[in-house]
């Protein structure tokens, strides 16, 4: 009895050693692909087209420039931001414009949040695969774990099988307090480099949902 305990032990054991290789190998995979890809991406600026709606309306619509700085890092600016609301006059005005301005940056930090969700870094996708569940779906895996930036928050990864990039991603996660779920789309170029095309905020805490689009992708003139 007391064999046959120890042998199911080490079956355990190999087992748990078998899934965590295999695990460690498809995170070495994907960040490898990831991270080629990024440095093709690095030659490309686009604008982000942001449409906030409260309510069911569209409230106010944000433009933020993203670009690749010198050291590889991501930097975004945000070159406009329009409000569909008439403008007031007076005292109202200005604390109209102050309301504006304060969905305005609520927005930014939204969307910088879902931007922490699209670029992960190697140690960052070695946690998460580390600790998430993995399925296999036809073409296309599915990675989905918890905990990955705060508590409670929970990410899936939809995956492309042949090229080990991303297809799409979700996420639950916290601004605050104020619950956060978001879907992130990918599509490639003709010349098979991977990029966000889509993604959407929803925000319950604030009515609010945002509809962002990466548009106008050119590359940086040498």
Known sequence: MKTKRLVLVF???????????QNENLTLAISAADEANNEK??????????????????????????????????????VDAESSVEQKRGIRGKMQQNAVDDKAEYVQKALELSVAYTFMTKGQLMDFFSKATVTESGETLEATAAD???????????????????????????????????????????SGINHGTTTVLDMPAQKMKINAVNQDYTQRVK
């Open 41 to 78: 991406l690095k030659a490309y600026i686009w604008k982000r087209k942001s449409d906030v709606s409260v309510d069911g309306q569209v409230k106010l619509t944000t433009i933020t420039e993203f670009s690749f700085d010198d050291q590889g890092k991501l930097q975004a600016k945000l």
């Open 11 to 21: 079956i355990a054991l190999a087992a748990s050693l078998v899934a965590f290789a």
């Open 148 to 190: 990955v930036y705060v508590k409670g928050d929970k990410l899936t990864l939809l995956i492309d099988k042949k090229t080990n990039l991303y297809v799409k991603k979700t996420f639950s996660s916290l601004l605050g307090k104020d619950p956060v779920s978001g879907e992130i789309n990918y599509e490639k170029f003709s």
